[in-house]
């Protein structure tokens, strides 16, 4: 059965069996787990859980900044009783504060129309509300009727919309018009990493788990600086094999058929702490290793909006029937693109296509935001090789119209060589762990309860739904169904720790790779277990160590 936020609130569990957002309580009797104490004894290369202490905005190190009002979208026009469009209003009053070098633009209570795009292209600037419940944004056109058809590279009609877009979009202020001019020209303009001037190539191997890097030069590079990460696979797919956990049955893999995912390189923005002769060491340690036969190298970053956000409010769609599966038209609610640094506070979304969403974002941290309304394609999606984001403290609410015939509704989804991203203390009503082919690794879903009820995606030419280190720790199943949880007999070289009873029935795959997947299975069938929640763990003992 669903298990609903008010139910918790009416039972008093949510003061005794269950935390503040649903997420199971230990008993004080609970024991450690042993692969919670094997992870302790080496947290950067344990085999199964990968290390996401450094997940969320400014590597977890920094709370989440609060700045000055310097701009009221009032001054600028906009209106708060929903009566006129206040699109150019507030992103001139957005643009203002980036002018001048950021600070919050204030969206005072009410309700205000948006016929148009909401635009967050500068470093600094917070879009802000008076609250979730007190500041509406009514948008009441899609991404197609405003920009025009974005076409799938799955053929026929079909829609890009279906998994990126936003009608508040953060992004590069130049890289969101050329995108723009690109999609109306009837082109599919790059979403991701872009920046290829060389800083350094790589001239030794190091473990995953690393932190520095010895390069031919450092001429170019910097304590403070951030780059890009490039490995490029090598003719017998090694990259991939690691990506894979290095089980024996990536080796025999048919990579080669796999034409969606082959080409891709892997690229992992992270920032330079200390420059030494030709030894550079990073912020956070590798997630994986780094192979001289991989090409290895240090490049430039493209343009990103860093230190941006928005918060304190609601972007509501209109209550339109939901299309179906990949028709999205865009009603879609926030998206972070080419992001670093950056939150979404206390946001709601309410009747849209896909709600939250993260393509190419880097240390984004959504803290307090639900998904709401009617039936949904997405409600959070992170893809295109975003990594180290974290979403704490989130609710995707019942659906008030139910899936429509011919759609699925995916829940939190990950993809596209993503790593390093964390779902945490979180009620999912609908949906379930979307893992989306393209070989996301290294990603963490914790002290979570959901109604299982959704579909994973991808197209099977995107190559596996899963890589390595893949943790699902502490998990409250509702209605009993494994699919796309428990991991131990579809995902290598993962952790499934601590979910509670569940059997194989609806969507369970047959696992992409053959042999010994060398996966572990812990506590099942209990989330009586210590530590509750495993990013939160692993940031104290991160901090402990310093």
Partial sequence: MSMHRRQFLVTGLAATAYGALGAPV??????????????????????????????????????????????????????PDGTVDSTDAINRAIAAAGRCGGGAVFVPAGTYRIDGIVQVGYDNVVLRGAGS??????????????IGPWGSPYGGDKSAWSWTGGLVWVCPAGRFRDQVAGIRAGGFPAEGWIGDDLLGRIIADAPRGARTLLVDSARGLRSGQRVLL???????????????????????????????????PFVWPVRIVAVRGRRITLAQPLPVAVRTVWSPRLTTVGPVVRDAGVEHLTIELPSRPQPRHLYDTGFNGLLFQLAWDCWARDVVVSDADNGILMTSAKGVTLTGTRVRGRGRHHSYTCRVQSHDNLNTGFVIEKATVPVAPGSVHHGINVEILSCGNVWADGVMENGTFDTHRALPFGNVRTAIVVNNDGLHGGDYAAGPLYGGRFAHWNVTITNERAGCIRLDQVAPASATVGISPCRDFGQVDNPDFTGELNSRLESFGTTDIRPANLYTAQLRLRRHRG
Wanted: overall charge positive; glycine content about 8%; hydrophobic content about 35%.
């Fill in 26 to 79: 230990p008993s004080a009797a609970a024991p450690t787990t042993p692969l919670w104490d094997e992870f302790v004894r080496s947290p950067d290369s344990h085999p199964q859980i990968p290390n996401v202490a450094y997940a969320g905005y400014r590597t977890g190190d920094r709370p989440l900044p609060r700045p000055w009002v310097v701009a009221n979208v009032r001054d600028f026009g906009a209106r």
């Fill in 133 to 146: 419940g007190r500041t509406t944004l009514r948008c009441t056109r899609s991404l197609t009727e405003i």
């Fill in 230 to 264: 490039k490995l490029q696979n090598d003719a017998a797919y090694g990259l991939y094999q690691h990506i894979s956990g290095d089980i024996p049955g990536a080796a025999s893999y048919n990579w080669a058929d796999r034409a969606k995912l082959n080409g891709y």
